[in-house]
């Protein structure tokens, strides 16, 4: 039995639950849970819908008359109140993360039991950001940082780092309020707000960036295990070629353990989070109780200086060349290091003779005033040693290379950006709190707060840290990296109370954490994004275990990690995570301001402190300090970003997210359209923008596809592409058939690599539908200014004359709009975009000039591959009067100043009589007219005979019904089908084609119209006893032939056979396109004028040209 439950408000659930409310049915839910898992893919349908989740389960019924009025809408449009029980039900789950456990009960219906986030702000954003802030670069390299740029230095490092993370936080603040943000942290904000190339592109980023974090994190375990626990684990020591080959092999035994534990279960990963969390928060207390303690007692640990060198002192405890043993001076245990042999008399080094042993204090403490001493930074190249400056020295002439490994140096040169470098990924892990945004009580609130006080907290923590690091600690100590002058302890230990083995213990624990939570966090990021679909070859890593843990992004991810480990050095590996992570913060910041600046509707945070400037500042900071890091690691991961940008852009899974790049465009587009019209388009800007005119057959497909492969081929201009079409009817009726033709038409354009729109129109006949194209197609400054169109091959076998009309009309309507008029002959003959012409010829007959396309035309063509290997030649014809070899000189002159490569040749046509061959040509013509005339007539007759009868027999059927209702008619007039849609179509036709036939009927010198009478008159008067079957072989005086349609015949005739006779084997022939005659009386000679002038060529392309020169010599 279905069971239902009533969805109660929070304030009246604790008085009762007698209230009523709205029913909701649970096996809707249950199905919807069921295919939650199936509909990974079909997060748009999710993201478009204005809704959080929404019911097209089944038809609903709705009762009650209240809502009578909406309820054939309320499928789409839902009632508030089911929106508002949807909601009540509505839990945002973590991504990969089951929370709902499912359980049978007596009944057989399932039970869910709903765990609702609890989190709030101190737990769910700002301790875990806190974590992954705070780490080792903190206990391993803050102290040498300080040491080396000095206090003022790092105060600047540790400044433009903590701003950088805190503008970021803003602008990620901003994005995390707009909505609900599902768990995926930055990759998702980014990729739903700079759409899937730019979220795909910085998604994989930040995955590289949290995946080399997690090496670095393993290196500073593996530094403090083989450094402060455990130095005698070492395989080798003293060579640092050896001790890098320590940190790979125990790096990669520490990985393997750490992917384990991954792999095993992250409910381990997640309990000890907060084991790690207390490590971090004791050793930074320990560290400033230790502060506190100088200013009483300072700690018992001394340097020992040679002259003002700094000493290793792991080997020897007193700081001194002799002691006193029983009364009786002896070396002391550093007298070996520097000399030959234990006794006195042994030859020594020569700067450890000439200078003095000193021992000093390596924290002064806070009230020493060492702070004057640590203010600047001491740079400088590997090998340099470590010096007191204001130490006294009596500097040796040689010093054996033997004895400075007693000495404490640089192991690596330092330089201002090599420390940015090295400590940015110090204030990492902001990112955290809206990586948990699926668990938090509300999300929108806690992640401003909780991100930025987080960020707050951590740089009072860094700058204090710096000052008090400066105030304490002696210099020398402090550029001591690895603590070797103070008795190889951290030097952050030694400050710290009650003993350095607070931080070392503390600090080696955070550092597991650190990478357990990088190698539980990447793979998840990986997973997130190839579940998104939109880079091809990462599908196979969306895939995973049963509980959804990502199996495959884990074994990338260690693989990727180990060739951090490889590197063996953090402070290589540190600058390589920073790049990373900065240009993921460059594109959060850069989300934030494109939506800020756009002001689309949709955007609406709740947190209102942000400001497109901020954003703006950010990710200049970001852009900055990626190049100050290090230039060359900036510009390859600049690089790997702009590679996966192209290949998502190319081969990436459509997605349409209602990005900002998407608003970004709409808004350029805009903008430059509005441009576009302010002033009239140059010569030297003109390029076809084409208007393809394509049929359709029955099935919505293509019919000439070779058309739109033309289209490609002439793309060299990079102009617009508007491909259209017309269906005749409504579009109530034929609305679907529009959209699957426009589908259609996109495909086809894909096939044939056409770039461009397409669209369908619906009109009452083809003729207005292509009116309204000509007219109104494009936009603004967008529109076209060229049309392209097959040539209307069946117009003489059609059964009326409507093909002929279109075709006549529209390029009547192309030289009204001052459009240009390109029409292919035999265009299912012409190349596709596959074929490669290897030799050939492009023929340009100019035989008048209309603003010069015809020239433009075969270098946009030579431009495309296919046609590459065709030489182009230029005909044109002189006349009588004209200077053949002048015109020669003239024509070569202005190609060259045109910049193009053609051969020129100019085709003498004398005056000559007309033929007795254009004269039958004439007469068969006219002849085949009147055949058409009389044949319309018959069927307009037919027509209306039968539309008479149909008006007769209504009205008998009417009398005979109001006469006796109920009886049926006795008689039924039976129509044709095909006769009655005729006659529906002919009463429904536009009032254009109307009078485009009342105007084509009015006769000329030669009778249009044949009927009994004229026929009679005609036969006795040519010849007597004249069969009717020998009507068509008459043959009229010539001098009865209109001699205007004659003298056209004529030049078509003359031009076709000097045509033919130079251009039959080339691979295309562009031809002027005569014009219509300017009355409609010659409209049925017009296409037989044209027919001639092509006869015997296979591929042609007429021209007209729009009236405007489109072509120029000038720059």
């Not at 140096?409 to 990924?425: E, R």
């Not at 046609?867 to 009067?881: G, N």
């Not at 033929?915 to 007469?923: C, G, I, P, R």
């Not at 009778?1007 to 004229?1014: I, L, N, S, V």
Request: charged fraction near 20%; charge should be neutral.
């Amino acid at each position: 039995m279905p069971i239902n439950f009533t969805v109660v408000p929070v304030e009246d659930a604790v008085a009762g639950s007698n209230n009523a409310g709205a029913a909701v049915s649970l096996d809707k839910i249950f199905r919807e849970e069921d295919n939650e898992d199936n509909l990974q893919g079909e997060d748009n349908q999710r993201e478009s819908s204005p809704f959080i989740s929404s019911d097209t389960d089944g038809e609903t019924y709705y009762e009650g008359k209240n809502m009578a009025l909406f309820e054939e809408e309320m499928d789409s449009n839902p009632m508030v109140s089911s929106l508002l029980s949807k909601l009540a039900i509505y839990t945002n789950l973590t991504q990969g993360v089951r929370e709902h456990e499912e359980a049978e009960n007596e009944d057989g219906v399932r039970r869910v039991t709903v765990v609702v986030p609890q989190m709030g702000t101190f737990i769910g954003v700002y301790l875990p950001c806190m974590q992954n802030i705070l780490g080792v670069i903190l206990f391993l390299r803050l102290t040498w940082i300080v040491g080396t740029a000095g206090i003022l230095g790092s105060f600047a490092i540790v400044s433009m780092c903590c701003i950088c993370t805190l503008l970021t936080a803003i602008s990620m603040s901003a994005i995390a309020t707009n909505g609900v943000v599902p768990a995926g942290g930055s990759y998702y904000m980014i990729s739903r707000s700079l759409g899937p190339e730019f979220g795909g592109a910085v998604g994989l980023c930040f995955y590289l960036g949290t995946t080399f974090a997690g090496s670095m994190y393993i290196l500073g375990t593996i530094e403090i295990l083989l450094t402060y626990i455990v130095p005698t684990a070492v395989f080798k020591e003293g060579e640092d070629a050896a001790m890098l080959n320590n940190m790979r092999v125990y790096g990669t035994g520490c990985l393997v353990l750490m992917a384990l534990v991954v792999f095993v279960g992250v409910k381990y990963v997640n309990k000890l989070a907060l084991v790690f969390l207390a490590c971090v928060i004791l050793s930074i207390m320990a560290t400033y109780a230790g502060v506190i303690k100088t200013l009483i007692e300072p700690p018992d640990f001394s340097v020992c200086l040679l002259g003002n060198r700094s000493l290793k002192n792991e080997k020897f405890e007193t700081c001194a060349k002799t002691e006193l043993v029983k009364n009786k001076t002896v070396t002391s245990k550093l007298w070996p290091l520097f000399c030959d042999s234990e006794y006195p008399n042994a030859t020594c080094d020569e700067y450890f003779m000439l200078n003095n042993l000193t021992e000093i204090q390596a924290i002064p403490g806070l009230l020493s005033g060492v702070i004057k001493d640590n203010l600047w930074g001491n740079y400088g190249p590997a090998g340099m040693l470590i010096e007191k400056k204001t130490q006294p020295s009596v500097p040796a002439l040689e010093t054996s290379n033997d004895i400075t490994k007693y000495y404490v140096f640089n192991d690596i040169s330092t330089y201002f950006t090599l420390l940015v470098g090295i400590y940015f990924p110090s204030v990492t892990g902001i990112m955290a709190g809206s990586n948990r945004s699926g668990d938090l009580r509300d999300a929108q609130r806690s992640i401003p707060i909780g991100t930025i006080m987080a960020i707050l907290t951590t740089s009072f923590i860094y700058i204090s840290c710096v000052v008090l690091f400066g105030a304490c600690i002696e210099g020398v100590v402090l550029r001591d990296k690895f603590g070797y002058s103070v008795k190889k302890n951290p030097v952050i230990g030694i400050l710290a109370w009650p003993s350095p083995w607070v931080i070392v213990i503390g600090s080696f624990f955070s550092c597991c954490g650190a990478g357990l939570q990088s190698l539980t966090g990447a793979p998840r990021l990986l997973q997130a994004i190839a579940r998104d679909g939109i880079i091809p070859f990462l599908q196979v890593f969306g895939h995973g275990k049963a509980n959804g843990e990502p199996t495959w992004a884990l074994l990338l991810t260690v693989g990727i990690c180990e060739i951090g480990i490889l590197i063996a050095s953090l402070d290589a590996v540190a600058p390589i995570l920073s790049m990373f992570f900065l240009m993921c913060y460059l594109f959060v910041n850069l989300a934030c301001a494109v939506q800020t600046l756009l002001r689309t509707p949709n955007w609406r945070p709740r947190f209102k402190f942000y400001h497109w400037t901020l954003s703006f500042l950010g990710m200049s900071l970001c852009l900055s300090l990626m190049f100050i890091s290090s230039w060359y690691y900036a510009l390859v991961a600049m690089v790997i970003a702009g590679c996966i940008y192209k290949y998502i852009e190319y081969r990436g899974a459509v997605k349409e997210w209602g990005d900002g790049i998407r608003g970004l465009s709409l808004n350029a587009a805009r903008y430059a359209l509005i441009r576009l019209e302010e002033a009239p388009l140059h010569t030297k800007n003109w390029r076809p923008q084409l208007l393809v005119l394509c049929k359709m057959d029955s099935d919505m497909a293509v019919k000439h596809p070779r058309l739109l492969s033309f289209t490609t081929q002439l793309k060299a201009g990079k102009g617009l592409t508007i491909v259209c079409s017309v269906l005749e009817g409504t579009y109530m009726t034929q609305g679907n058939q529009a959209k699957l033709g426009e589908q259609n038409l996109k495909a086809a354009m894909v096939a044939e690599r056409t770039k461009g729109f397409s669209h369908v129109v619906v009109s009452s006949n083809l003729r207005d539908g292509f009116s309204l194209l000509i007219q109104s197609a494009g936009l603004g400054g967008m529109k076209h200014n060229a049309v392209l169109m097959a040539w209307p091959v069946g117009w003489k076998q059609a059964r009326d004359s409507s093909a002929r009309r279109n075709f006549i009309e529209t390029v009547r309507e192309t030289t009204a709009a001052h459009q240009a008029l390109l029409v292919a002959k035999n265009i299912d003959h012409f190349p596709s975009n596959q074929e490669r012409l290897k030799q050939g010829t492009i023929d340009v007959w100019w035989i008048v000039h209309d603003g010069g396309l015809l020239m433009l035309l075969p270098f946009l063509l030579s431009q495309h591959k296919v046609w590459r290997k065709c030489k182009m030649r230029i005909f044109t014809v002189a006349q009588m009067d004209d200077n053949s070899i002048q015109m020669k000189k003239d024509l070569q002159m202005f190609l060259y100043h045109l910049r193009l490569d053609a051969v020129v040749e100019v085709v003498e046509m004398h005056e000559s009589d007309i033929s007795a061959f254009t004269y039958e040509k004439t007469l068969v013509m006219e002849q085949r007219s009147q055949m058409l005339k009389q044949m319309q007539l018959s069927r307009t007759e037919r027509e209306r005979e039968i539309q008479s009868i149909t008006d007769v027999s209504r009205g008998s059927i009417k009398r005979k019904t109001s006469s006796r209702v109920g009886d049926p008619p006795l008689n039924t007039l039976c129509i044709p089908e095909d006769e009655a849609q005729l006659i529906h179509d002919r009463n429904t036709a536009s009032h254009s084609a109307i009078t485009d036939k009342a105007a084509g009927a009015t006769p000329d010198r030669v009778h249009m119209t044949w009927t009994k009478d004229k026929l009679v008159n005609e036969r006795n008067r040519q010849r007597e006893n004249m069969a009717v079957k020998d009507l068509f072989n008459m043959k009229p005086e010539w001098e009865h032939l209109n001699q205007s349609n004659v003298r056209r015949m004529h030049t078509a005739v003359k031009l076709n056979e000097a045509v033919v006779k130079k251009s039959q084997n080339s691979q295309l022939v562009l031809l002027n396109m005569p014009g219509p005659p300017k009355n409609m009386k010659g409209d049925e000679n017009y296409m037989e004028f044209l027919e001639v002038l092509m006869e015997g060529l296979d591929r042609v392309l007429l021209v007209r040209g729009g009236g405007s020169e489109v072509i120029t010599i000038y720059s």
